[in-house]
């Protein structure tokens, strides 16, 4: 496979209103109509009881198939809430990244709003060739980790080539730029990323220790933390995936509740243009298969033939979904 960068962040909600109220109005996604899920395949693919039901709504910048975010309200009564009050990494899927112009100003917009900042926006240099970003946490709808990031510099540094990169794409109406890295805390780092290489064909682009003081401050972190950081990407400014591997510090698995129907961020979806061969590649690498193939409806996009895998450093849900991104 060649360069699948995230196509959809797939979220469980608690509410379809108060996800719109967040990925529409204040990040400034469009929102689809919604749609409802139900069906033999519906329930195959998630794993689900019979007669069970959801609705779902796509939040995507235009026609661009990457870095979208998909929020579903299941209609089930034991549904578990996935970040705690206080939860900072835990093992699996746990983060969005959203790139910004000003992150101070939109810091403070937020909080007007009553959001909940881990931390004020802290700037460090990851390396002299790196250059230096900005960054700041915050709890999002349903506790989930949003992580905003400012890109700073000229394009002498990576991450100043980046913003370049990111501004000739634009940005939302708000100023925002669909999901551009999330996070994926791992428990076994080369089966991780065997999955990201060679079923996505995606690259490393940055691996590296993070343990200064101003990154565990802001990542909310023990003093002293380290933290293998992985960057794998298509070569695309948005859909990139951060893997993060704690070194010397423990990190709460969630895997047994990061599943539908619950509260949370359930899984990473990328299209593949041969979903057999995707698979395939899969067993190769021990990545199990969590449903079978199945057809699928995606709000605002229509029908679609897909599968579900745990990826085999994790154990955290990958959604292969038939087709190529535009």
Same mark, same amino acid.
């Given at each position: 496979?060649?360069?699948?960068? +995230?196509?959809?962040?797939?979220?469980?909600?608690?509410?379809?209103?108060?996800?719109?109220?967040?990925?529409?109005?204040?990040?400034?996604?469009?929102?689809?109509?919604?749609?409802? /899920?139900?069906?033999?395949?519906?329930?195959?693919?998630?794993?689900?009881?019979?007669?069970?039901? !959801?609705?779902? $709504?796509?939040?995507?910048?235009?026609?661009?198939?990457?870095?979208?975010?998909?929020?579903?309200?299941?209609?089930?009564?034991?549904?578990?809430?996935?970040?705690?009050?206080?939860?900072?990494?835990?093992?699996?899927?746990?983060?969005?990244?959203?790139? $910004?112009?000003?992150?101070?100003?939109?810091?403070?917009?937020?909080? !007007?709003?009553?959001?909940?900042?881990?931390?004020?926006?802290?700037?460090?240099?990851?390396?002299?060739?790196?250059?230096?970003?900005?960054?700041?946490?915050?709890?999002?709808?349903?506790?989930?980790?949003?992580?905003?990031?400012?890109?700073?510099?000229?394009?002498?540094?990576?991450?100043?080539?980046?913003?370049?990169?990111?501004? !000739?794409?634009?940005?939302?109406?708000?100023?925002?730029?669909?999901?551009?890295?999330?996070?994926?805390?791992?428990?076994?780092?080369?089966?991780?990323?065997?999955?990201?290489?060679?079923?996505?064909?995606?690259?490393?682009?940055?691996?590296?220790? +993070?343990?200064?003081?101003?990154?565990?401050?802001?990542?909310?972190?023990?003093?002293?933390?380290?933290?293998?950081?992985?960057?794998?990407?298509?070569?695309?400014?948005?859909?990139?995936?951060?893997?993060?591997?704690?070194?010397?510090?423990?990190?709460?698995?969630?895997?047994? @509740?990061?599943?539908?129907?619950?509260?949370?961020?359930?899984?990473?979806?990328? /299209?593949?243009?041969?979903?057999?061969?995707?698979?395939? /590649?899969?067993?190769?690498?021990?990545?199990?298969?969590?449903?079978?193939?199945?057809? @699928?409806? +995606?709000?605002?996009?229509?029908?679609?033939?897909? !599968?579900?895998?745990?990826?085999?450093?994790?154990?955290?849900?990958?959604? /292969?979904?038939?087709?190529?991104?535009?």
């Amino acid at each position: 496979m060649t360069g699948c960068p +995230l196509s959809i962040a797939v979220l469980g909600v608690s509410s379809l209103y108060e996800a719109r109220r967040f990925y529409g109005d204040v990040v400034g996604l469009e929102v689809s109509d919604p749609v409802v /899920l139900a069906g033999p395949g519906f329930e195959v693919h998630w794993n689900l009881p019979t007669n069970s039901t !959801a609705e779902a $709504v796509m939040f995507a910048a235009g026609d661009s198939q990457v870095g979208r975010v998909m929020a579903i309200e299941f209609h089930a009564g034991d549904r578990v809430t996935i970040p705690e009050p206080g939860d900072r990494t835990y093992r699996g899927l746990w983060n969005l990244n959203f790139y $910004v112009d000003d992150i101070r100003a939109t810091t403070k917009d937020l909080k !007007a709003q009553g959001f909940a900042f881990w931390s004020e926006p802290v700037g460090y240099e990851v390396s002299a060739a790196a250059g230096q970003p900005v960054e700041v946490l915050f709890d999002g709808p349903d506790g989930l980790a949003i992580n905003l990031v400012e890109l700073t510099g000229d394009e002498s540094t990576a991450v100043g080539k980046l913003r370049l990169e990111v501004e !000739a794409e634009g940005k939302t109406r708000t100023g925002y730029t669909p999901v551009s890295t999330t996070s994926h805390s791992i428990v076994d780092h080369d089966k991780a990323l065997a999955f990201y290489q060679t079923v996505l064909g995606l690259e490393v682009i940055i691996d590296d220790v +993070l343990d200064k003081p101003e990154t565990n401050h802001f990542l909310g972190r023990p003093e002293g933390a380290q933290t293998r950081a992985t960057f794998v990407s298509a070569k695309h400014p948005f859909g990139k995936i951060a893997l993060s591997h704690p070194l010397n510090y423990d990190a709460l698995n969630k895997g047994d @509740i990061q599943k539908p129907p619950h509260i949370g961020y359930l899984a990473q979806s990328f /299209l593949v243009p041969d979903l057999q061969k995707a698979l395939a /590649l899969c067993n190769d690498i021990d990545a199990t298969l969590f449903s079978e193939p199945a057809d @699928i409806m +995606l709000p605002g996009v229509g029908p679609r033939f897909a !599968a579900v895998v745990r990826n085999p450093g994790s154990g955290a849900l990958m959604e /292969l979904v038939e087709g190529v991104a535009i």
